[in-house]
């Protein structure tokens, strides 16, 4: 009898309970996207700092916690440093980073949700000289971690459309493997309730887990 209490109990516990370690991912870097400057042009470019640090803080929390030291993260873009794209890069680069990807939202403050989605690096950008080239490298990896990213971010908003699409944005210059920038809400009620920054980083995780496995 108490067999099948215990089985109950583990059927219902959250997600992270089942969640599965890496195998072909050792270093991820995540680039919580936002420069402190921002924060002097545009009010709510502090909001949007401190949310995607939220989601970088539970993501790599979750990662250390189902894999130990066998994955080290790197978070690249802490609230006391202001790297350009070309240092975040090299550091990237220097780490021999399995995987990067920067955290973004939409204008806070705007009640804005049209623009979430997965962005990747397009290839057309490729700088032509350059053989540190996440777009020039690695586009068929790219298109598989986006389409798991993009089943993720919808996911965490099921009520809103998510796209995923190819754009040229600098963020991801010099960066040399697979890469994509996710662009989140840090407005309304899906971020403002309670464990969202939980749920969010173990979607995330999850969607990585079934990235490296195909």
């Known amino acids: 009898m108490l067999f099948w209490f215990f089985a109950a109990l583990f059927a219902l516990l959250p997600r ?3 969640a599965v370690p890496l195998t072909a991912t050792h270093v991820i870097v995540l680039d919580a996207g936002h420069e402190p400057e921002e924060g002097l042009i545009r009010p709510g470019a502090s909001q949007e700092k401190e949310f995607c640090q939220k989601i970088a803080a539970a993501l790599k929390d979750i990662i250390e916690r189902e894999n130990g030291q066998a994955v080290a993260v790197l ?48 290839p057309a950008d490729a700088p032509a000289r350059s053989w540190r080239s996440s777009a020039r490298n690695f586009s068929a990896n790219n298109r598989r971690l986006g389409e798991q990213l993009k089943t993720a ?17 600098y963020l991801f210059h010099g960066v040399n493997m ?3 920038a996710i662009e989140a809400a840090a407005d309304g ?19 990585i887990t079934v990235f490296e496995k195909k």
């Not at 006391?80 to 806070?108: F, M, W």
């Open 16 to 18: 992270a309970a089942h």
């Open 75 to 122: 978070i690249i873009s802490p609230a006391d440093k202001d790297p350009r794209q070309r240092e975040k890069a090299a550091a990237a680069n220097q780490a021999e980073g399995d995987l990067y990807l920067a955290i973004h939202a939409v204008p806070a403050g705007t009640g804005q949700t049209r623009g979430l989605g997965i962005y990747l690096p397009d």
């Open 153 to 169: 971010l919808q996911a965490i908003y099921p009520e809103m459309r998510v796209f995923a699409a190819s754009a040229p944005l």
């Open 178 to 180: 697979p890469a994509a």
């Open 189 to 207: 009620t899906v971020a403002a309730a309670p464990g969202f920054f939980e749920r969010a980083g173990q979607a995330l995780y999850d969607a």
